[in-house]
T-cell receptor
């Protein structure tokens, strides 16, 4: 399943399928991006990050893709599990200041068993 | 990994009272902490950047006198919602950044959040 981020804030996928969550960031000067996962009633948790000198970065079951030309970021989750159900936020920032990050609109992922 | 703790996790208060929320970095020193506000089913909105030993930097539209931030030590920042009103009811989240290096910006860790309900 795939979301369009700002326009489709919810995404439902079948357990075991791959999920793709999209994010359009706003500042072309941003050079550091992070994906966070937030479960209901809890604070955000770091998933994976990527710097602007990379197009792709892989973690455990997750891959982040960065397209600077169109200011687009995506998070791919392989073999989605019920525990992946949460709201996912992308955040953009600047590596030279290491300062605050600004969060995009979240996408709610629901995994159907 | 690094841990950020918030207290209290839930607080209910009467309109007109002030509420203090604490944010602690438990196993690292954080010269910079950040405070966010989150409404139901909404993204996090950065309220202010808390700098140890100096005044906080507030984002546009955030009332400094309403949301008092104090970062008195390298492990503690507090957010005080003064004269709280029902519209201040929200989920307040802090984050702290570990020290970076020349090639590493440091990593942000978030607290579990504090849910404020103003009656």
């Amino acid at each position: 399943g795939e979301s369009v981020g700002l326009h489709l804030p919810t995404l439902s996928v079948q357990e075991g399928d791959n999920s793709i969550i999209n994010c359009a960031y706003s500042n072309s000067a941003s050079d550091y991006f992070i994906w966070y996962k937030q479960e209901s009633g809890k604070g955000p948790q770091f998933i994976i990050d990527i710097r602007s000198n990379m197009d792709k970065r892989q973690g455990q079951r997750v891959t982040v893709l960065l397209n600077k030309t169109v200011k687009h970021l995506s998070l791919q989750i392989a073999a989605t599990q019920p525990g992946d159900s949460a709201v996912y936020f992308c955040a953009e920032g600047f590596s030279n200041t290491g300062n605050q990050f600004y969060f995009g609109t979240g996408t709610s992922l629901t995994v159907i068993p | 990994g690094a841990v950020v703790s918030q207290h209290p996790s839930r607080v209910i208060c009467k309109s007109g009272t002030s509420v203090k929320i604490e944010c602690r970095s438990l196993d690292f020193q954080a010269t910079t902490m950040f405070w966010y506000r989150q409404f139901p089913k909404k993204s996090l909105m950065l309220m202010a950047t808390s700098n140890e030993g100096s005044k906080a930097t507030y984002e546009q539209g955030v009332e400094k006198d309403k949301f008092l931030i104090n970062h008195a030590s390298l492990t503690l920042s507090t957010l005080t919602v003064t004269s709280a009103h029902p519209e201040d009811s929200s989920f307040y989240i802090c984050s702290a950044r570990t020290s970076g290096s020349r090639t590493n910006t440091g990593e942000l860790f978030f607290g579990e959040g504090s849910r404020l309900t103003v009656l």
